[in-house]
């Protein structure tokens, strides 16, 4: 019998053990202890497809950042919604790290 199938948030990073979801979890503890605000969007069946996984707002910016694990990428439908969001004058993209995050949202702000 075939074993149980992984949804892309539970694959594991490199064979670390990091999951998308706690890529996640650690890229907002990372940006609240720095005093950002994080929301983490939920896909709902009344929410817009797309929709970058962290809301972030931080020194009058908005940041979005679409959470994946090394070696992955947006979809089609992800990177249109990031780019209506950068045509708003935001920032919107892609973060494989907590790294990747906080030079991405603290950009010109010390950390």
Excluded: C
């Amino acid at each position: 019998m075939a074993g149980p199938t992984t949804r892309a948030s539970e694959r594991e990073e490199g064979g670390l053990g990091m999951t998308e979801t706690a890529l996640t979890a650690a890229i907002m503890a990372a940006l609240r202890t720095r005093g950002a605000w994080v929301y983490k969007a939920q896909g709902t069946a009344y929410s817009q497809a797309g929709v970058p996984d962290l809301l972030v707002g931080y020194q009058g910016r908005f940041i979005a950042l679409e959470v994946k694990l090394p070696g992955e990428r947006a979809t089609p439908r992800q990177e249109w919604v990031m780019g209506r969001i950068r045509a708003a004058g935001n920032v919107a993209v892609v973060v494989h790290s907590v790294e990747e995050a906080l030079a991405t949202a603290l950009r010109g702000s010390p950390l």
